[in-house]
């Protein structure tokens, strides 16, 4: 594939081991890869040289990577992935909320990286909502299918009967599967600016709807917890690995 037709990954790195790990993985993974190691050079580099999608270490030498995010978001929606040995919760859904999209905590392994950005990528060509969704007003991974038209959710072509508000916050997940949205995000969504920043009621239709859609509730396969963070809906090639 000629250097026109790869997608372009920022990896915005100050340690130069994991700079270079990062970029001879995604290299061999057909990106073309370009580092930088400080955030201002990751700025200049986003404007000229618009990369399709950003790797970004928040703690860099001359700033923190959440400046970065605000930064990047007052002009461009780019897929942001926030790369981190940072774990706490609050850091996670502080950057998530800034307008990252998604997070992965050091260490990680390659492919599950590679799949974070197929779906960050994914979301950008599709403008944020799913392609299928959009074509056919639905949503299918594994077994289970989001009908936005009916508002029903289905797995195996049997109707799961979720009431109205656990169908919204499925749909809502379904949209951006691959994607953690955190707490603070979904209830937002769902019930407006002034929603309360309680996750308790989340927790509990979460629980219900997990009961219903999920063969086993114990051990989810299609709407994941990232804890003290928020969820994140399975998306169809990564069922496509576990089978
Ligand atoms: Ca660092």
Known sequence: MSNALKEKILVVEDDRGIGKFL???????????????????????ISSHCPDCILLDLGLPDMDGDQIIQQVRSWTRTPIIVISARTLETDK?????????????????????????RAALRHTRTSSENGEIAMQGTFHVGELCVDY???RVFRS??????????????????MHAGQVLTYKHILRELWGPSASSDNKILRV??????????PNPDEP???FTEVGVGYRMAQPDEMGQQN
Request: charged share 25%; hydrophobic share 45%.
């Open 23 to 45: 970029c001879t993985n995604l290299s061999a993974n057909g990106y073309d890869v370009v580092v930088s190691e400080t955030g201002k050079v990751a700025l200049e580099l």
């Open 93 to 117: 859904a502080n950057a998530l909320d800034l307008g990252a999209d998604d997070y992965l905590t050091k260490p990680f392994s390659t492919v599950e990286l590679l799949a974070r950005i």
């Open 149 to 151: 038209r009916k508002h």
């Open 157 to 174: 072509g049997q109707d799961m009967n979720l009431t109205p508000n656990e169908f919204r916050i499925v749909a809502l997940l379904g």
């Open 205 to 214: 239709h979460m629980a219900n709807i997990r009961r219903k859609i999920e």
């Open 221 to 223: 396969i299609y709407i």
